[in-house]
Nanobody
Framework: QVQLVESGGGLVQAGGSLRLSCAVS????????MGWFRQAPGKEREFVAG????????RYADSVKGRVTISRDNAKNTVYLQMNSLKPEDTAVYYC?????????????????WGQGTQVTVSS
């Protein structure tokens, strides 16, 4: 049974920071690329950040570049998203995903497994 469980979301003021975590079980974590997506009510899910299985390749959406950092700890089967200088437009449900790739970093089709999401709310 594959499970991805996000944590670390919450309410934060503009300019603040949060670190999201995603604990993965039920698959060989080190063989999968990992991604973070987000979705606001009434809007499409969008790519935020991705990291390859080798831990040498990282990609970020232009909207968050310079403010967020994705990382992974293969010994703990966990991927992280450090978010700084948060803005109200960052408010969304954030989802962790695992996949073998094949359709590009920012494509949902590249990811096979998804977490339940964690809410991030940034107040102005």
């Amino acid at each position: 049974q594959v499970q991805l469980v996000e944590s670390g979301g919450g309410l934060v003021q503009a300019g603040g920071s949060l670190r999201l975590s995603c604990a993965v079980s039920g698959l060989t974590f080190r063989l999968y690329g990992m991604g973070w997506f987000r979705q606001a009510p009434g809007k499409e899910r969008e790519f935020v950040a991705g990291i390859g299985w080798s831990d040498t390749s990282m990609r970020y959406a232009d909207s968050v570049k310079g403010r967020v950092t994705i990382s992974r700890d293969n010994a703990k089967n966990t991927v992280y998203l450090q978010m700084n200088s948060l803005k109200p437009e960052d408010t969304a449900v954030y989802y962790c995903a695992a996949g073998a790739g094949g359709a590009g970093w920012d494509s949902s089709a590249s990811y096979n497994y998804w977490g339940q999401g964690t809410q991030v709310t940034v107040s102005s």
